[in-house]
């Protein structure tokens, strides 16, 4: 199974300041087409998981331009920029490449 | 609006089976995969199972297979979820999800499962 470690933020963020989250797959999530299989999540506190980024990269629809994905096949990174109140919550990294899907430990933001 | 709703959560007891239902609208039902994902208490998302459009194909980790079965009626927009041989291990928090191929793009609110003598 593909193995999802996240690292942790440097908790409270001031607000406005920029946040950056980490995540490492165990094996490269670049698929033969192109395109790098990892999402990101974000579960506001007693809410359901809400997709924000999905092939690494693709802001999903109705998601703040605040939030950005990058990486490389193993290493990711979103970027949460001028941190808000309705930022708080666990950011969970998942990948698609392969079954089983798994998804990282999770990163807890808290607002300053 | 797409919306999923979780119904048949509750208390069972170890070994006993429950079959879970997620009604679905605001979108065609029989164009998407659909998904079960589960969170035990304060932990953290864990992948259930994985159901193709027209229900011929589903996959599972190994910590389910062989317990769960995932099923559909795209007549009546419905996903289901058998879950037999329970385990305190499964006591969670279970998730119906939209699956266009490569993410799962809507969750629904969740029902409880907990499983204790």
């Known amino acids: 199974d593909i193995v999802m470690t996240q690292g942790a933020l440097p908790n409270p963020v001031p607000s406005g300041e920029s946040a950056s989250i980490t995540c490492q797959s165990s094996k490269s999530l670049l698929h033969s087409n192109g395109k790098t299989y990892l999402n990101w999540y974000l579960q506001r506190p007693g809410q359901s998981p809400q997709l924000l980024i999905y092939w690494m990269s693709t802001r999903a629809s109705g998601v703040s331009d605040r939030f950005s994905g990058s990486g490389s096949g193993t290493d990711f990174t979103l970027k949460i920029s001028s941190v808000e109140a309705e930022d708080v919550g666990v950011y969970y990294c998942?990948?698609?490449?392969?079954?089983?899907?798994?998804f990282g430990a999770g990163t807890k933001l808290e607002l300053k | 609006e797409v919306q999923l709703v979780e119904s048949g959560g509750g208390l069972v007891q170890p070994g006993r089976s429950l079959k879970l239902s997620c009604a679905a609208s605001g979108f065609t039902f029989s164009n998407y995969y659909m998904a079960w994902v589960r969170q035990a208490p304060k932990k953290g998302l864990e992948w259930v199972a994985t159901?193709?459009?027209?229900?011929?194909?589903?996959y599972y980790p190994d910590s389910v297979k062989g317990r769960f079965t995932i099923s559909r009626d795209n007549a009546k927009s419905s996903l289901y979820l058998q879950m037999n041989s329970l385990k305190s291990e499964d006591t969670a928090t279970y998730y119906c999800?939209?699956?266009?191929?490569?993410?799962?793009?809507?969750w629904g609110p969740g029902t409880m499962v907990t499983v204790s003598s």
């Open positions: 159901i193709s459009t027209s229900g011929s194909r589903t």
């Open positions: 998942q990948q698609f490449l392969e079954y089983p899907y798994t």
């Open positions: 999800a939209r699956q266009p191929y490569w993410y799962f793009d809507f």
